[in-house]
T-cell receptor
């Protein structure tokens, strides 16, 4: 079974530019989560999808961040315009709807550097 | 402010010893607890979950939960150099799926 995949693995952009991160969850996982880790800090929750619906977006830092999950499969996280403080590693995770729904499996992350 | 606290380490143990990692959390309504292992530059890997008070064993790993004292721990028996990594404690609150992470404890197993 393939794990959570994320693209790109690294992205370097200039302040003010736009970047879109993509996450493909484990097949059959209805729940998809975005987290990020900025330098020296803990991994922080951003938002949670159940299928295509945003269930909890309480961790989104501001309206420069837009997450979508059209069709309930893969998800994108767009940052527009990017600021220096957006640099960090963005992780995606997914979990089952049933069985062990609270166990979240993480992807490799996208390292975003804003210069 | 909900918090999950971990000693950053490094915790250094000799090969074959028991490594004991601890985590405390501030929110009494927390219901689910997880330990993740993260190698440098890699993704967090789920190694243990625990939902009720007591011990849960899986191979060389034992998770211990004490909700009254608000702590959760991870024991690694017969530690191996390959266990050297950062161990992250994560807590899920009632009614939400979001995980709150600690900053992690770096474990070094000396050959």
């Amino acid at each position: 079974e393939a794990g959570v995949t994320q693209f790109p693995s690294h992205s370097v952009i200039e302040k003010g530019q736009t970047v879109t991160l993509r996450c493909d969850p484990i097949s059959g996982h209805d729940n998809l989560y975005w987290y990020r880790r900025v330098m020296g800090k803990e991994i922080k929750f951003l938002l949670h999808f159940v299928k295509e619906s945003k269930q909890d977006e309480s961790g989104m830092p501001n309206n420069r961040f837009l997450a979508e999950r059209t069709g309930g499969t893969y998800s994108t996280l767009k940052v527009q315009p990017a600021e220096l403080e957006d640099s960090g590693v963005y992780f995606c995770a997914s979990s089952h709807r049933q069985g062990t729904p609270y166990e979240q499996y993480f992807g490799p992350g996208t390292r975003l550097t804003v210069t | 402010q909900k918090e999950v606290e971990q000693n950053s380490g490094p915790l250094s143990v000799p090969e074959g010893a028991i490594a004991s990692l601890n985590c405390t959390y501030s929110d009494r309504v927390s219901q689910s607890f997880f330990w993740y292992r993260q190698y440098s530059g890699k993704s967090p890997e789920l190694i243990m979950s625990i939902y009720s008070n007591g011990d849960k064993e899986d191979g060389r790993f034992t998770a211990q939960l004490n909700k009254a004292s608000q702590y959760v721990s991870l024991l690694i028996r017969d530690s191996q150099p390959s266990d050297s990594a950062t161990y992250l404690c994560a807590v899920k609150d009632t009614g939400r799926r979001a995980l709150t992470f600690g900053s992690g404890t770096r474990l070094q197993v000396q050959p």
